[in-house]
């Protein structure tokens, strides 16, 4: 599959490239496209010091959104409604994944939503009716999934309207190792499931711990 | 410690009389005192059958709560407030423990806090300052802490305003069996602690799964 990682040079694009890459074709997107194409290098670099296939490309984001079936939008909440109006004429029936959760910090964290309930509900609202929007990714701890030696080991919740959108990703959710993908229902739920980012950095604080993730056991 | 477990002889008033027994004096109240006498007469029973002392005491929701060093409150939530009520009058300086959500369930759970934000709020604002309020064992699964053969293996989150009365109830988390307390913050965080219960609720519906519990890993 042809996946496109929007802000694809950030903490948590860097893990899902690294990962996904060894399954299917990752083009990894940004502002700047020859910052991109360094961060293509560079993780081609690591995929090949492991003997893996180095076809990790760097574009632009709206080119790296054109030919993609599924578009991940790996970027912080207060770019992610101007990065998605920036490629949103390249969107075509794509599959798009929002890892986003909007989160004030000062010494732990809060869950901030916006008016709409949740990040996924306010791009839902300006998406057109062909782009599937799956939420997930959010409890994924960026620093363990750039590590191709960390077996992960959680679960990793996802939310669509569209079955057969979710279907897809949930099996995108496998492929990154050792994770199991649980469905979370609609986007209505993505709220829930943004919200336990920060409860997981804010448990991690309190009780030193590290990179902390979910397993539903 | 002498623990009352209010509504002792519901679903997880069982498994938490069953568990902490072993460790501590427990006593379990109803609203009909006959009914905790036999609920207490039945777990002494299947406590010997295991070779364990049999040391639980069944009493009225009033006479539990009265002598004890900490009371859970382990009703549903629509009979939280008149049960605390009942028993107001005998509270003393004891630790309250409140593992209650309140939830709506159709085909699927929803999280339907009241409007002062979570049940722990709510408890708080009739309670005398005196008795502090400690928010946990949200996610526990009844029919696991029931079954004294299953080693658990989970997280609790533990919520509450007072750090030394949050300490003494992260032990007692511990003396259910392989559990591990985590520090979840004040009872303002309590509302995040609730939530999970109608999410575990609802993927377990959603995935074909059964009694699930947490981990952070």
Known sequence: MKIAILGGTGDIGEGLALRL?????????SRDEEKSREAAKNYNERLVSRGLKDEILGMSNQDAAKDAEAVILAVKYQY????????IDVLDNQVLISPIVPMSKTKLCAYTPPETGSASKQIC?????DIKLVSTFHTLPAARLSDLDDPLGFDVIVCAD???AKKVVMGLVEDLGDVRALDGGGIEESRLIEALTPLLVNLAIRNKLKNLSIKFV
Chains 1, 2 share one sequence.
Do not use: F, N, R, Y
Request: charged share 15%; proline share 4%; no cysteine.
């Open 21 to 29: 890459a060894q399954k299917h074709q990752v083009i990894i997107g």
């Open 80 to 87: 992610a409604i101007q990065t998605l109006q920036s490629v």
């Open 125 to 129: 609202s300006v998406l057109s009716p």
């Open 162 to 164: 569209d079955e057969d």
